[in-house]
């Protein structure tokens, strides 16, 4: 499997919560992880900021109210991989083409959905909504995350409904397993719905590589470097 693993981690989903589900490398229904790039707080507040979900100042504000109450913290990143796991029994059905293959895949979605629920309508409760006549846009800005403490799970179980809303099936896609890719999910934003690997620098380029070999064992060239 060391084949299908990242040597560093890319942010290539296209959106915050493929990017969350990107988190585990290879990225296999009950397989066993190489690479789980979330294991502590700090990794996580680190990847929470690299891909944009909290600013600078969130920053702050959760990390000094995690190193004050590491218990909270913990809570936060156990929130955190839930939400994942959730989103993943959620979207690599579809993103696979197995959402139609049976009652397994359709059992785990239906707790997928409830545990994804229950921790929305626990983010909704620590959301505010702040009248802003100032705004070009709406009458009140939706603020979500008024708990420094939870702020990175509660963002992200509220983008990850957005995304159950609001994506475009045929552009949700998932590496492919089958032909030695990783398993991570991505939204083909590609003008022709072409793009097949999670990052061409990584999946892409060792299933050429692999490709290469297999062409030269059947035509029974061999090459050596060096
Ligand atoms: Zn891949």
Redesign the pocket.
């Known amino acids: 499997m060391t084949d ?1 693993s ?1 040597a560093e981690y890319r942010i290539v989903g296209g959106h915050p919560v493929l990017d969350l589900v990107n988190t585990v490398t ?1 990225r296999l229904r009950g397989g066993d992880p190489e690479r789980d790039y979330l294991t502590s707080p700090s990794e996580l507040i680190a990847w929470a900021h690299r891909i944009g979900l909290i600013d600078l100042r969130d920053y702050s504000a959760v990390e000094g109210t995690w190193r004050s109450a590491p218990e909270l913290a913990a809570k936060a990143l156990n929130a955190t991989l839930e939400i994942r796991e959730a989103a993943y029994d959620v979207f690599a059905p579809r993103a696979t083409g197995a959402a139609v293959a049976g009652d397994g895949v359709k059992r785990s979605e239906g707790s997928a959905f409830e545990r994804l629920m229950l921790r929305w309508s626990a983010a909704a409760a620590r959301s505010m909504l702040i009248p802003d006549p100032g705004r070009d846009r709406g009458i009140a800005e939706l603020v979500v995350g008024t708990s420094p403490a939870q702020l990175i799970p509660d963002r992200l179980v509220v983008a990850a409904v957005e995304l159950v809303r609001g994506v475009e099936l045929r552009q949700l896609r998932a ?1 492919p397993v089958a032909d030695g ?4 999910l991505f939204l083909d934003r590609s003008r022709n719905g072409s793009r097949r ?3 061409m620098e ?3 380029t060792r299933a050429k590589i692999r490709k290469l070999g297999e062409r030269r064992r059947a035509t029974g060239v061999q090459r050596f470097e060096g």
Not at 181 to 184: A, K, L
């Open positions: 299908s990242h290879p590496c890719g990783c398993g991570w690997w999670c990052a990584d999946c892409g």
